[in-house]
């Protein structure tokens, strides 16, 4: 088996799809390539390119352009976000949160007011909260690693991986990530 190493650093832009499938006798056939390539595999790459170099992606070439008023708005859009993301609540609540803002007095302007703008904001959230932690274990001495593996309804073995570091004194467990490992194999009844 072979696994696209982009697509494999961000899986939940991959969407499971690391995975060469028409790998036999360590060749690779073109056709899988041009096939795996039309997926979301361009996603991956720009999400590694914008991991190398932050400064050169599209986003923070705008975000240099914006004006105070549009960066304030955006700010208190991604708290919005932040906070459905924090409580649970389905993407659907967004547009309403924003109304609500807007009746009390805070126009955050009709744009980014749909369920869509939320799920792109907290996938944001969640990469910039990863690169923070990266930062974070490139500066501690050690840390561990954590995983606990479980398989669903669908026969799907995943991985939850926790890290623990020491952070003022005190250990911190932050949860990484669920990696997809497998489908399991149906068990065999005699």
């Known amino acids: 088996m072979m696994f696209c190493k982009s697509c494999r650093a961000f899986p939940s832009l ?19 390539l041009q096939e795996h390539s039309k997926t979301s595999h361009s996603d991956c790459e720009g999400a590694q390119a914008a991991k190398v170099n932050p400064s050169g992606t599209p986003i923070a070439c705008v ?37 609500l803002h807007h009746k009390n007095g805070l126009d955050l302007g009709d ?32 840390f561990s690693v954590m995983s606990d593996s479980s398989v669903d309804r669908s026969q799907k073995d995943q991985e939850m991986v926790y890290l623990t570091y020491v952070e003022d004194g005190k ?14 194999p149906q068990p065999r009844h005699p």
């Open 14 to 32: 991959a969407k499971g799809n690391n995975l060469f499938v028409g790998v036999s006798g360590g060749k690779i056939r073109i056709k899988t």
């Open 63 to 99: 975000l240099q352009k914006m004006s105070e008023n549009v960066r304030e708005k955006m700010t208190k859009l991604f708290n919005i976000a932040y906070f459905v993301a924090k409580e649970e609540a389905p993407f659907t609540m967004f547009p309403s949160l924003v109304d």
């Open 111 to 142: 744009t980014y007011k749909n369920d869509n703008a939320c799920r792109t904001f907290v996938q944001a959230i969640g990469q910039s909260m990863k690169d923070d932690l990266v930062e974070k274990l490139k500066n501690t001495h050690f």
């Open 171 to 184: 250990p911190v467990n932050p949860f990484v990530d669920i990696v997809f490992i497998g489908a399991c």
